[in-house]
């Protein structure tokens, strides 16, 4: 069910960003200047759905960027699961070729003093 709505909100996202591409083809002046609007030191002339399609393509990397960061504890957390149950693993084998396992003629020679 959830792959359901994750495919059905992808495609909606999807068919509105073009909308927006195909609606807003003109130019607009881009600049980063805040303190001078009117006459901004560097000004770039952008169709508005660059601009538009840049920034959400910003906000995906830098969201799934934080994503991975908060993730960061859990992950470390499995990694050193996982190496404890590697060594766990060696010591048992270490113990199961320790162990001394009985031998047919000695069960026999047990069972026939009984």
């Keep these: 069910m959830a ?3 994750r495919t059905l909100f992808f495609w909606a996202l999807a068919i509105a960003t073009a909308t927006i591409a195909v609606a807003n083809r003109n130019d607009v002046p881009f600049s980063l200047d ?3 609007s009117a006459a901004p030191a560097i000004v770039l002339e952008l169709r508005l759905y660059w601009i538009i399609l840049g920034s959400a393509l910003i906000g995906i990397v ?3 960027w934080s994503t991975w960061l908060a ?5 470390q957390t ?3 699961a996982e190496d404890k149950i590697r060594r766990l693993e060696r010591e048992v084998e270490v113990a199961q070729t320790i162990i001394v396992k009985p031998h047919a ?6 069972l026939s003093r009984a």
């Design 71 to 75: 993730q960061a504890p859990v992950r």
């Design 105 to 110: 003629t000695s069960r026999a020679l047990d």
């Design 78 to 80: 499995l990694r050193e």
């Design 3 to 5: 792959s359901l709505f």
């Design 62 to 64: 830098l969201g799934g």
């Design 34 to 36: 805040p303190f001078n």
